[in-house]
């Protein structure tokens, strides 16, 4: 391996992609390389590859890289980008390896940007330096790692802190903070409560009760964070509502207080013209007929979310003549009903499957095979039918391997 400065460049990557680690066993069998390749091993190239590629332990590397900042800043920022277990497997032992040299407050910053509650001897001194936390919470959210620990209540590990408004400010707006963890007096807070709903939405109605019952507090929390229309429901006045089933048809709907939207027809009707699913959330004494034959022709699923409607045969009929699979949902008296049968086969072939043995004839295999060939596969009886296999195979060519197979 002497003249290693001499391979070409594409020698040099092809072996250090032989070297980058692709789990922790690797990695440290990467870094206890064989005495003939001391060249490699003492490279400045392999120490920033492996840097690049999962981080390493410090103490690993050649001791003339041990005290770079810079080497072991590019470590923690490629683990802060892995999205696996494998980052929190070997975080600590890189953490274990730091160098005294490199126990500066950008690597304090990094540090704890994945892992808040790692205690260093060489970083505690930045505990208490409100810069180091300003600056760490000035960085990407926790939230945003799938591996990372959520909502990590950072400011746990920076207790001279803990009373700090602007702190708190800071640490819930970026979800480093549960706003649940803080002091009663920064819960209640009007910025604080408002940055944990701009955050994420769904905490709002954990949210203190006083808070919520001020009208104009909603009117903002609304305006930072519309979701929080899906939540808010039983808080929110007549117009909030309005705007609530307008922006979220459904999930806003289903949020509001029955009683209000009893009372106030409008607001399922609105919700109903936007997403017919949301029928499902209206005042069944109010729906009519009309209401119900308008929602399912829009969606026919939404039909069989309708106890008092899903067993009339008529808005049946309608349903599954625009979506057959239906058929599969129904209950078992109402499959034995033929026209509901070939109004589903017409639209889906593949509903032959659940259609009953003693009501099955050529007309239903006809029209399920006209409409999709492959249903021969559950049509026992029109195997042997040449009519019945011409259609199928008419209609998908791949249908011809059902006809020469027998039903289980």
């Known amino acids: 391996m002497s003249g290693l400065a001499t391979l070409p460049e594409f020698a040099w990557q092809l072996i250090v992609e032989a070297l980058q680690p692709r789990s922790l066993t690797d990695a440290l069998c990467s870094l206890q390389l064989p005495a003939v390749s001391r060249d490699l091993y003492a490279s400045p190239e392999l120490a920033w590859a492996l840097a690049a590629a999962v981080g390493f332990t410090m103490r ?3 001791p003339r890289f041990r005290g770079e900042e810079e080497l072991c800043l590019r470590a923690l920022r490629r683990l802060r980008r892995r999205d696996s277990s494998f980052a929190l497997e070997y975080l600590h032992d890189l953490l274990e390896s730091l160098p005294t040299s490199c126990e500066t407050r950008a690597v304090a910053v990094e540090v704890w940007s994945l892992k808040p509650g790692a205690r260093l001897p060489g970083l505690e001194r930045w505990r208490t330096h409100r810069e180091t936390l300003l600056q760490l919470l000035s960085r990407d959210s926790p939230a945003s790692f799938r591996w990372a620990q959520q909502l990590p209540n950072v400011m746990h590990f920076f207790p001279a802190f803990r009373l700090d408004r602007e702190i708190a400010l800071l640490a819930v ?32 109605p954990l949210l203190d009760r006083e808070l919520l019952e001020d009208a104009g507090f909603v009117d903002e929390a609304i305006r930072l964070n519309a979701d929080v229309l899906m939540v808010l429901g039983s808080w929110l006045n007549l117009d909030q509502a309005m705007l609530a089933v307008k922006s979220f048809p ?7 207080p029955s009683t209000l939207v009893k009372r106030h027809p409008k ?6 013209q936007l997403d017919a699913r949301a029928v499902a959330y209206a005042p069944h004494e109010q ?12 969606c026919p699923s939404c039909l069989l979310a309708l106890r008092e409607w ?13 979506k057959g699979s239906l058929f599969a949902r129904m209950s078992q008296p109402l499959r034995f009903d033929r026209r509901l049968a070939l109004a589903a086969l017409g639209n889906d072939g593949m509903a032959l499957e659940f259609v009953p043995e003693a009501l099955m004839d050529l007309e239903l295999l006809r029209v399920a095979l006209t409409q ?10 029109g195997r042997s039918d040449g009519v019945c296999v011409a259609i199928a195979v008419a209609q998908n060519p791949e249908a011809a391997h059902f006809s020469r197979l027998q039903r289980c």
């Open 60 to 62: 690993k590397v050649s």
């Open 173 to 204: 707006r970026g979800g480093w903070q549960s706003i649940f963890a803080l002091p009663e007096k920064l819960r209640r807070d009007w910025q604080v409560a408002l940055a944990a709903v701009g955050f994420d939405g769904g905490v709002a």
């Open 250 to 256: 459904l999930d806003g709907l289903a949020g509001l």
């Open 267 to 272: 607001l399922w009707r609105t919700a109903v």
């Open 287 to 298: 729906l009519t007929r009309d209401d119900v034959l308008s929602a399912l022709r829009r």
């Open 310 to 322: 899903r067993e009339d045969r008529d808005l049946l009929f309608e349903a599954l003549t625009r």
């Open 372 to 381: 999709n060939g492959l249903a021969l596969a559950f049509a026992r009886a």
